[in-house]
């Protein structure tokens, strides 16, 4: 299935709902897209939904490590919440489950930002 | 599926449908010769990681050249060939994803994924001149009494390789 991206505001922060496959091609440049798009509205602190993310490869795996370290140099910050048990042991495989914070609850990955700093630009 | 040594080969374009392409055609053969989920995952994953390979590293996402691809099923395992028509590359030389230094890297995770998804798992040099990525997972046991699990030989070259 294609990746499908919805965002929704919480206060200051951002929650990207992610659905399908964040793969080589389309599903890696909407994900670069949306999180570019965030950017630009000086939306910084963002929290990348994965629940119904099932599948990611390598190409995706970069993209995400992309748009970390593309938030990270905006003064922002990246999140990841609800990772499906195969997104889950693929970051566990490839050490990015050190790199990234990973929430099972939304409400705990919206909190942890209001106890770092107020997003760039805000 | 039945115990007699099965060959598949087809040849793709150097174009991201041919990620697709491949890893749905790998994962039918997976399916048939009884591996399950799990298997077919890595299985299905290493191929597209080994196209990705070949589409972008191996023939530098140049539409005249072509990438290769095998499938041999012989009563033991299923064994996955890669060739593209770059100028191959060397195994020893490819970076470690899981180095603190390139943890943050946005690319260089193919090869190692590969490696971790298959049992064997090598890079020879193809007759085309690039590189030719051989790779293996053992059948599941009920359709492999025989070597219970065990002693299965090393993938073999493609031919001409």
Do not use: W
């Amino acid at each position: 299935m294609a990746l499908r991206a919805t965002h929704r505001d919480a206060g200051p922060s951002t929650v990207v709902d992610l659905s399908g496959k964040i793969t080589l091609g389309e599903g890696s440049a909407l994900l670069r897209k949306t999180v570019r798009g965030l950017l630009d509205e000086k939306r910084t602190h963002i929290v990348l939904n994965l629940a119904d993310v099932d599948y990611i490869d390598s190409s995706g795996i970069g993209e995400l490590v992309s748009a970390y370290t593309t938030v990270k140099n905006r003064g922002g910050d990246l999140k990841l919440l609800h990772l499906t048990k195969k997104v889950h042991d693929l970051l566990q495989l490839t050490k990015l489950y050190t790199v990234f914070e990973v929430y099972t609850e939304e409400r705990a990955a919206l909190n942890s930002f209001q106890q770092a700093a107020p997003p760039a630009g805000a | 599926m039945g115990t007699d040594p099965k060959h598949l080969e087809i040849t793709l374009e150097t174009q991201v449908e041919s990620v697709n392409l491949a890893e749905e055609m790998c994962l039918r053969v997976a399916e048939a010769a009884g591996f399950g989920e799990d298997d077919c995952y890595k299985i299905g994953m290493s191929v597209r990681e080994g196209v990705i390979n070949a589409f972008h590293y191996g023939n530098q996402e140049r539409p005249e050249k072509k990438i290769h691809l095998a499938v041999d099923l012989t009563g033991e395992k299923m064994i996955i060939h890669v060739l593209d028509e770059g100028t191959g590359f060397t195994l020893a030389n490819v970076p470690d994803p899981l180095a603190e230094e390139n943890l943050l890297s946005t690319s260089g995770r193919g090869i190692f994924l590969m490696r971790a998804f298959m049992d064997e798992f090598d890079v020879v040099p193809g007759r085309t001149g690039g590189a030719e990525i051989v790779m293996a997972k053992k059948l599941p046991l009920q359709n492999n009494p025989g070597t219970n699990g065990q002693g299965s030989q090393g993938a073999a070259p493609a031919q001409g390789a």
